[in-house]
């Protein structure tokens, strides 16, 4: 600071403030109005507030230093002064007053803002779906116009066309249950399902396996009567299954036990009601020798069939090169479990789960809390809603049971009753219903449910609600699996 700004007598001097101080004090000043401008457009949330105040105070103090610069003795100066403090408290008090009303509006407005942002943003990707599948031919110009037209709607009103007493989507509360009950349910059940199930390390998948195994999958030649294969019980446009209490096998025979879809069955920790087998690959093997099902004497007998059909003969060396003798029964069953694996059926729960929170509606999501309420989850959580033991009547006796369960396959009598816990997906299309196909119903199987599972009366508002939610988890098979391969000669 050079001397003759403040002058020993401090009455003549032309200035009250030096130039130099007072240009520059002005440009940190404009410098600092511009920060608060761009930290507006930096969207920080909560903190827009903090930072705006922080930079408000460093420039009342940078006034107020140079208020010190000034002869204090002046009257002029303490007046300027005095008035400069005055207004500052002022204008902090009401700064403060307003932020302590306004903080908690504030923040609402800021998260509508930033629903409305993600609204926007799931239309713009609708948008971007119906183009890609215009381009790709799979709907026509009038129908992609019709989805424009429906896209070009008021936001909320195409993502809530059917907007409820339940949800309150304007104030979008419902995006934030739907975020939450999507956490929940990651909890429950894990993780969506898998494009495709992985394969073992003994089984590495390949092209030609999976579709040899498609055509072992279709093959009546596999039965003694040459009209019985997989596909008979396990029809892959029928959700894995044939819709009956038990399914006709060879001659019209029957076993004891319901056909359980094959759909995402490669998830399961073990194969069959009692889980005797303890893969997709042991599994196979068993219903072609079953007498009630395919019924073929031995394993040397269904080789031989296969080795009489040349194109199998080529199938299995392209499905297992390098082997000196592919065509053998344990490569069969490896081509039809790495076939199995691609059953998998993607549903809107899994779109859900997976972040789509736009997948379920509400009643859907309503139907997961009674679900949940009901008590269900504690046996069908995980991925498939189902998979390990459970005794059939834990709370309260099942009546008529016959079928001793996994005792049969463990010989352990404190594994009687006890069934693996089916997986609910397709559940509504995958009737009758446990392992002997006694219940025709789904209402009626989950009242049984209900009571014998864990030991409460359930009423029918509760069933039509768990019913929405089991609906969700059907899914769709690529219909290119599902469709019958051409016959191999
Ligand atoms: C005659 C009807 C019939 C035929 C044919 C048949 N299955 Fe099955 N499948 C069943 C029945 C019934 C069960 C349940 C048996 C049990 O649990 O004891 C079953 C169980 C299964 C399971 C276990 C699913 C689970 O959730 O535990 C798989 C996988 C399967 N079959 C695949 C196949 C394959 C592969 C073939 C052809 C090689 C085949 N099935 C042929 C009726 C059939
Ligand atoms: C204590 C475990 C447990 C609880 C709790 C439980 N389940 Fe089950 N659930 C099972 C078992 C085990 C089976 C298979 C029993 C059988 O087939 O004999 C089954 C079968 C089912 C089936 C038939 C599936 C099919 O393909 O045949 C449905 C549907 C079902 N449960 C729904 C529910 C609902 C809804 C609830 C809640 C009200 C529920 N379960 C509670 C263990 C349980």
């Given at each position: 600071m050079s001397d003759d700004h403040h002058p020993a007598d401090g009455n003549h001097h032309p200035h009250v403030v030096p130039l130099k101080l007072l240009f520059g004090v002005i440009g940190a000043l404009f410098f600092l109005t511009f920060l608060t401008v761009a930290a507006s457009w930096v969207d920080m949330g909560g903190a827009n507030v903090p930072v705006a105040l922080l930079i408000a105070t460093v420039k009342a103090v940078l006034v107020g230093a140079f208020f010190?610069?000034?002869?204090?003795?002046?009257p002029f100066n303490s007046v300027i002064l005095a008035l400069s403090i005055g207004l500052l408290i002022l204008f902090l008090g009401i700064v403060t007053m307003d932020m302590h009303e306004n903080l908690p509006e504030m923040n609402e407005a800021y998260s509508e803002e930033w629903m409305e942002t993600r609204r926007k943003a799931i239309v713009e990707e609708r948008l971007e779906e119906a183009r890609t599948a215009f381009e790709n031919k799979e709907i026509t110009k009038a129908e992609y116009d019709e989805r424009v037209k429906e896209l070009s709607k008021p936001v909320l009103e195409v993502l809530y066309p059917h907007a409820g007493a339940h949800s309150t989507p304007a104030d979008g509360h419902a995006d934030i249950r739907a975020d939450a009950l999507q956490k929940a349910m990651l909890m429950v059940f894990r993780a969506p399902l898998p494009a495709v199930i992985p394969s073992p390390p003994g089984n590495p998948a390949s092209p030609a396996k999976v579709a040899l195994g498609k055509s072992l999958f279709f093959e009546t030649r596999l039965s003694k009567g040459g009209k019985i294969s997989c596909h008979s019980c396990h029809g892959l446009t029928t959700f894995g299954v044939d819709n009956q209490p038990t399914s006709p096998g060879h001659g019209g025979a029957r076993g004891d036990r319901n056909s359980p879809t094959?759909?995402?069955?490669?998830?399961?920790?073990?194969?069959?009601w009692d889980g005797r087998a303890p893969s997709l690959e042991e599994q196979a093997k068993a219903p072609i020798l079953n007498p009630v099902e395919m019924?073929?004497?031995?394993e040397a007998a269904v080789v031989a069939v296969l080795k009489g059909i040349p194109g199998y003969v080529e199938s299995f060396k392209g499905a297992f090169p390098?082997?000196?003798?592919?065509?053998t029964y344990d490569n069969l069953a490896k081509a039809i479990a790495a076939f199995e694996r691609t059953l998998v059926t993607p549903s809107p729960f899994d779109a859900f789960l997976g972040g789509k929170l736009e997948a379920l509606d509400t009643a859907q999501l309503d139907g997961f809390l009674a679900f949940q309420d009901a008590g269900c989850?504690?046996?069908?959580?995980g991925t498939l809603l189902g998979d390990g033991f459970e005794k059939l009547g834990k709370v309260i006796d099942f009546p008529g049971l016959k079928d001793k369960g996994r005792e049969a396959a463990t010989g352990n009598a404190g594994d009687r009753y006890q069934f693996k816990v089916p997986s609910l997906r397709n559940v509504t299309k995958t009737g009758p219903y446990l392992h002997d196909g006694s219940v025709k119903s789904l209402d009626e199987v989950i009242t049984l449910m209900s009571k014998h599972q864990v030991g409460k009366e359930i009423d029918a508002a509760e069933i039509a609600k768990i019913k929405v939610f089991l609906e969700s988890l059907t899914g769709s098979l690529d219909p290119a699996t599902a469709a019958a391969p051409a016959p191999v000669k």
């Open positions: 010190m610069h000034l002869r204090w003795d002046k094959v759909l995402n069955a490669g998830l399961f920790g073990t194969q069959f019924a073929m004497s031995d390098g082997e000196a003798d592919p065509l989850v504690t046996c069908h959580k």
